[in-house]
Antibody
């Protein structure tokens, strides 16, 4: 069974970098598919942040592209997200998920990690 | 505003049927598969339908999906109180080069 677990600080100061890690178990991230970050501001809908392929190629949302970096760490079977210059609108529950290549759906999700941007 | 358009809310009585629409364009639903997700209160989204009309293992056949042109529909029959949740559609958008979600539909089982 594939499992994903997000981790990272729950509170980030404005203008600093929001950093999260997603540890994957039950599947080797280098084997295939894409690895995704999706967020959900409090009381709002889902927002796609980006995906990274099993070879490490990222594809970012156009609205966040200038502030986001995703990376793979195959030695630890995990992937990461950095959002630079964090601001209050970045406050959200951040989910990591596996996206099935060519069919574009998310079959496994982490439980989510709430990140609050506040001084 | 979301790229995919869903009604904000729908409601129906237990045992009844409900449909949730998802409207897109030729750059997303018109050319790509649609998936649907159920988000129960306080939990992560869960895959409900993929490739327009396929159900993952464990999803009851009360849930169905269909697609026609640039729109998709999620159907739920035999409504139960446990179906109360937010439902989201999603598809890849070739123009934006990213996955896009609908704004979500809150289902209330009266």
């Amino acid at each position: 069974q594939v499992q994903l677990q997000e981790s990272g600080p729950g509170l980030v100061k404005p203008s600093e970098t929001l950093s999260l890690t997603c540890v994957v178990s039950g599947y080797s991230i280098r084997s295939g598919h894409y690895w995704a970050w999706i967020r959900q501001p409090p009381g709002k809908g889902l927002e796609y942040i980006g995906i990274i392929s099993h070879t490490g190629r990222p594809y970012y949302s156009p609205s966040l592209k200038s502030r986001v970096t995703m990376a793979l760490d195959t030695s630890k079977n995990q992937f990461s997200l950095d959002v630079r210059s964090a601001a209050a609108p970045d406050t959200a529950v951040y989910y990591c998920a596996r996206m099935i290549a060519d069919y574009d759906y998310f079959d496994y999700w982490g439980q989510g990690s709430l990140v609050t941007i506040s001084s | 505003q979301s790229v995919l358009t869903q009604p904000p809310s729908v409601s129906a009585a237990p045992g009844q049927k409900v449909t949730i629409s998802c409207s897109g364009s030729s750059s997303n639903i018109g050319i790509d598969y649609v998936s649907w997700y159920q988000q129960l209160p306080g939990t992560a989204p869960k895959l409900l339908i993929y490739e327009n009309d396929k159900r993952p293992s464990g999803i009851p056949d009360r849930f169905s999906g269909s697609k026609s042109g640039t729109s998709a529909t999620l159907g739920i029959t035999g409504l139960q109180t446990g179906d109360e949740a937010d439902y989201y559609c999603a598809a890849w958008d070739n123009s934006l080069t990213c996955e896009v979600f609908g704004g979500g539909t809150k289902l209330t089982v009266l």
